[in-house]
């Protein structure tokens, strides 16, 4: 065996050992995170929405999105807001939360019952350095569900963590199928 054969078998093997490494890491960041989101996100959230972000009379609760342009997932789970929104029964509030300088989402380019809302003190009050989020606010403020979505996140398993959030504010249990409707 040559000597070069020799280092490109040894780089061969060197990447085959970081490769292993690099998913052996984001796995067990993975699992890390459930675990952490497990204990950290069992009960009600503790921080307090701003008052711009907060249900109006008669709804029951906002459902923001914390969405900016740099974020690829962003568009889909503003796509998916309405559809999951449509399979809670009574009012929410559907927001779009984005950067104060972030021009690049414009009411025109959302579903029309999506609000865009580029209010510094709310993108402060909700922002946690991580985009998409979507958050469940009750009309006092509380925040008392999130999620942060990845690539990876089922989006028709977060709809029903959503509806079950909103159904525990109006004080029942959630009875409606997976795709929104209620059983026979």
Do not use: K, N
């Not at 009411?107 to 985009?131: M, N």
């Not at 403020?141 to 079950?164: C, E, K, N």
Request: with cysteine; hydrophobic share 45%.
């Amino acid at each position: 065996m040559s000597v070069s054969t020799a280092l490109s078998l040894l780089a061969v093997a060197g990447s085959v050992v970081a490769l292993l490494a690099t998913l052996g890491l984001y796995h067990r960041l993975r699992v890390l995170e459930d675990s952490i989101t497990d204990l950290a996100y069992s009960g009600p959230v503790t921080a307090v929405a701003p008052e711009p972000i907060r249900p109006r009379a008669g709804q029951a609760a906002t459902l923001a999105a914390i969405v900016d342009t740099g974020c690829p997932l962003c568009h889909q789970v503003l796509e998916w807001l309405p559809q999951a929104a449509a399979t809670i029964p009574g009012g929410v509030r559907l927001v779009a939360v984005t950067p104060p300088r972030d021009e690049a989402w414009s009411p025109a380019d959302l579903a029309p019952e999506i609000e865009v809302l580029r209010d510094t003190a709310v993108w402060r009050g909700l922002y946690e350095g991580f985009t998409p989020m979507v958050a469940v606010i009750t009309p006092t403020g509380q925040i008392t569900d999130r999620v942060f979505i990845y690539a990876d996140t089922d989006l028709q398993a977060t709809a029903v963590r959503v509806r079950q959030a909103i159904a525990d504010l109006r004080g029942h249990e959630d009875t409606t199928t997976p795709d929104g409707r209620e059983p026979l």
